[in-house]
């Protein structure tokens, strides 16, 4: 690694975690303060997206109680962007100044870095100039890992998953998404949003979020487009972060009920898979998904289980994604 310090822009969105954002936000000034000189400066860019609980008084009295002066720049929003273009509030405005910052971190909310995070990251990237974004491992509050690492989607995983039975899983594992909360580290297709460092000029040169996206598969496609130009994602499961999954969304991978998903999931699915498949390859995978998903209601039962989709599956999923597919209107 370079002598001289890379400079690292560190980005948390907020919205509703407040008391769980100061958190956040001390681990990475911790962090810092432990690592000492370690090869990075960071700079923390907090936005608050509007939160309708008064998130945006709690965040303003914790800078001046804390004493975060400019270690820390607050966004106050009077609008909820959504995950990307909140992070795009503060891309845009690091590209507009003169000397951006050499890498940015992105940092949920609900996380915390357990570890020098941002060193251990900042290694890796630095020891090769393709890796254009580097994600850490990620686990549970308990200490349970989770998945951090991923394939893209595809018709063959969205069948598989809706199926959700054991020997089609198997006969698909090779197309899966998740992969195991062991991935050992090297390149993987794509790695959690909730705690990834991305090379700056990598940024500028494939753009920033997608702003029709509001809230999921957003970073999904932008790793996507990098993998495109030629990028390497790296996942580093050395770099370790404490997340509290869902604590904003309210959507948990372990919830075992059955729950509708919000519009805009539908929405993000829809176009994520149009952008990146085409029209016809995603209407492709809205088949997939709704023949495995048919199986699974006439398996699920036979098995003891509930149905594997989400609660109003069926007309849901045919009003926010196969009728503006069939119809010709995939963004909107």
């Known amino acids: 690694m370079s002598h001289t310090p890379r400079s690292i822009a560190v980005i948390i969105v907020n919205y509703g975690t407040a008391d769980l954002t100061i958190q956040a936000v001390d681990s990475v000034l911790a962090q810092q303060q432990a690592a000492g000189a370690k090869g990075y400066e960071a700079q923390v860019h907090l936005v608050d997206n509007a939160s309708p609980s008064g998130d945006a008084t709690?965040?303003?009295q914790a800078h001046a109680e804390k004493g975060w002066g400019a270690r820390v720049s607050l966004y106050l929003e009077t609008e909820n962007h959504g995950f990307g273009r909140g992070n795009n509030v503060v891309l845009d405005r690091l590209a507009a100044e003169?000397?951006?910052?050499?890498?940015?971190?992105?940092?949920?909310p609900d996380a915390q870095l357990e570890n020098d995070?941002?060193?251990?990251?900042?290694?890796?990237?630095?020891?090769?100039?393709?890796?254009?974004?580097?994600?850490?491992?990620?686990?549970?509050?308990?200490?349970?890992?989770?998945?951090?690492?991923?394939?893209?989607?595809?018709?063959?995983?969205?069948?598989?998953?809706?199926?959700?039975?054991?020997?089609?899983?198997?006969?698909?594992?090779?197309?899966?998404?998740?992969?195991?909360?062991?991935?050992p580290e090297g390149p993987v297709d794509w790695v959690a949003?909730?705690?990834?460092?991305?090379?700056?000029?990598?940024?500028?040169?494939?753009?920033?979020?997608?702003?029709?996206?509001?809230?999921?598969?957003?970073?999904?496609?932008?790793?996507?487009?990098?993998?495109?130009?030629?990028w390497t994602i790296l996942y580093v499961p050395q770099a370790r972060v404490i997340h509290a999954e869902g604590a904003a969304t309210d959507q948990k991978s372990s919830r075992t009920e059955r729950r509708a998903k919000p519009a805009y999931w539908y929405d993000s699915w829809r176009y994520y898979h149009a952008k990146t498949h085409g029209r016809g390859g995603a209407v492709l995978s809205g088949l997939a998904w709704m023949a495995g998903a048919g199986l699974n209601y006439v398996i699920a039962p036979l098995r003891g289980q509930a149905p594997k989709a989400p609660r109003n599956f069926y007309p849901d999923f045919w009003r926010h994604v196969m009728r503006p597919l069939i119809t010709g209107a995939p963004h909107g």
């Open 98 to 108: 003169g000397t951006p910052p050499d890498y940015v971190f992105l940092l949920n």
């Open 193 to 230: 949003g909730a705690a990834v460092l991305m090379r700056f000029s990598m940024l500028q040169e494939i753009g920033f979020f997608d702003p029709v996206f509001f809230l999921y598969y957003e970073e999904v496609e932008l790793m996507h487009r990098a993998r495109q130009a030629g």
């Open 117 to 183: 995070v941002l060193s251990i990251l900042l290694a890796r990237a630095e020891a090769d100039a393709r890796v254009g974004m580097a994600g850490a491992g990620i686990s549970l509050p308990g200490g349970s890992p989770v998945t951090a690492a991923f394939r893209f989607p595809s018709a063959r995983a969205d069948f598989a998953h809706a199926v959700n039975f054991g020997p089609i899983s198997r006969l698909f594992r090779t197309a899966e998404v998740a992969l195991p909360p062991d991935q």
């Open 58 to 60: 709690v965040l303003s």
